[in-house]
């Protein structure tokens, strides 16, 4: 049984983002929080806030033990609106500043199946 949290319209990256779930993914969800608090990026508080969430998810809706559930999908998707502005430069000339938002979804699931 899988168990899924997912937050919309981050303000960050896809790229910075990503990071953390190539590091995560495959690691048991208590130990995946831990490791994220060692980070002082806000990147990766975003990323804890999320299984966080997909970890209450498992315990209140589905009765499963935070102890025995691993991170089996960790995704970061591109989202749609991006933030322009404009950064002048010499000569006349104008550079874009993108400021991206992203999706994180995360999946969990127990090692053993279903409990």
């Known amino acids: ?3 899924t949290a997912k937050l919309k319209k981050v303000r960050g990256s896809h790229w910075k983002l990503r990071r953390y779930a190539k590091v995560l993914k495959g690691k048991r969800a208590e130990e995946a929080v831990e490791i994220l608090s060692l980070y002082s990026s806000p990147n990766a508080k975003k990323v804890r806030k999320v299984i966080r969430s ?3 998810n498992a315990e209140n809706n589905f009765d499963l ?3 025995n559930l691993y991170l089996t999908e ?3 998707d591109v989202a749609g609106p991006t933030l322009r502005r404009i950064r002048p430069r010499a000569r006349g000339r104008a550079f874009f500043i ?3 938002y992203s999706h ?3 999946g ?3 090692k053993g199946g279903v409990e």
Request: charged content about 35%; overall charge positive.
């Open 104 to 106: 994180i979804t995360v």
């Open 54 to 56: 997909a970890i209450a």
């Open 74 to 76: 960790m995704r970061v």
């Open 1 to 3: 049984m899988k168990v």
């Open 65 to 67: 033990s935070a102890d």
């Open 98 to 100: 993108r400021k991206r």
């Open 108 to 110: 969990l699931e127990p």
